[in-house]
């Protein structure tokens, strides 16, 4: 084993994927530790699914390595590297029952029949469909199906389960609820999980590890909060949440929208450092959002709890911008 890989990590050096003249990854570096939950999230085109399909063996890479505990696996088959798969799609065979389709991957295995019974029951309970063994998938709500899905491709306990933006067919309120069912899944099986999705949100509410990506490269690693609260790069600071843009002292700074306070124009005293024009209000529920007209600045958003927030801004009130100097970060471009 390498002497700096442990045991179930999994490790990308160099990994690289061109298609004729473009570059879809490039010369990736990664260390995936064993058991935790790491989610690549970036826009269409940063090369987020490339590089899952080279983890998973379906695309081989033009170069570089991936190796478990130490031990390359770049030209291992896909099926000889017996990590879990869950797509968008559920991709269930519809003439078989749920059991019957969480069973399918133990048979192909050659499993005892008593083992495949029992883990296939055991499924079921992790997944909390013990009462839809019978079902056929055409009988159960998307969210069943991803739960399905996800029972299939843990059920001959993988060392790595590979997710391809897999909640990306759920409405938003379904989206939530399987979300929090996944995350408490991982806790309880301890199986390293390596995520894809565009959704900012997801990635922030789910993962151990969230690796930026952008045209093929990472553009930031680390966990939610350290990328939300240190975010090193305009990219970074804008993909992942909302973020300000100032120039100061010849830098670039980001500012999230929720650090800033209002008042109105005149009673922020030495607190001030900015004052502006309210261009807009929209009301969220939870959040105000308000856009500030700032001259010689692109306009502002500031983000105010309503529950919080004694006071509202009409369109058109002058009003003053203050926040605390460590609620800017620097940014390494310009």
Do not use: C
């Amino acid at each position: 084993m390498d002497a700096g890989q442990s045991a179930g990590d999994l490790r990308l050096s160099g990994l690289s994927k061109t298609f004729g003249a473009y570059d879809a990854v490039k010369a990736v570096d990664l260390e995936i530790r064993k058991g935790e939950f790491l989610t690549l999230l970036g826009p269409s085109g940063s090369g987020k699914t490339t590089l899952l399909m080279m983890i998973a063996g379906f695309l081989d890479a033009s170069a570089g390595d991936i190796s478990l505990s130490g031990d390359s696996i770049a030209r291992v088959p896909a099926e000889k590297r017996n990590f879990g798969m869950v797509f968008q799609g559920y991709a269930l065979f519809p003439h078989m029952t749920v059991r019957q389709n969480i069973a399918y991957p133990l048979e192909i295995r050659k499993r005892p029949r008593a083992e495949i019974e029992a883990r296939v029951t055991e499924m079921l309970d992790l997944v909390q469909l013990e009462k839809f063994g019978h079902r056929k998938p055409d009988q159960l709500s998307g969210g069943q199906k991803q739960r399905v899905a996800l029972a299939r491709a843990l059920a001959f306990a993988p060392p790595v389960l590979l997710l391809d933006e897999p909640l990306g067919a759920l409405d938003k309120k379904l989206r939530i609820e399987v979300q929090e069912q996944l995350k408490d899944i991982h806790r309880r099986v301890g199986t390293t999980f390596i995520f894809v999705t565009h959704d900012q949100e997801e990635a922030l509410s789910m993962s151990d590890r969230i690796v930026i990506m952008q045209n093929g490269e990472i553009e930031q690693v680390g966990t939610p909060r350290e990328l939300y609260e240190k975010p090193a790069t305009r990219f970074a600071a804008g993909f992942l949440g909302k973020s300000n843009f100032l120039h100061r002292d010849g830098g670039l700074y980001a500012l999230r929208p929720e650090k800033i306070d209002l008042a109105a124009a005149g009673q922020a005293g030495d607190a001030k450092r900015m004052s502006g024009i309210v261009r807009s209000v929209t009301y969220f529920g939870s959040i105000l959002k308000y856009m500030i007209e700032v001259e010689g600045e692109d306009d502002i958003e500031v983000d105010s709890d309503v529950w919080r927030s004694d006071q509202e801004f009409a369109e058109g009130q002058r009003v003053d911008l203050s926040w605390r100097q460590e609620a800017m970060v620097k940014l390494r471009d310009q």
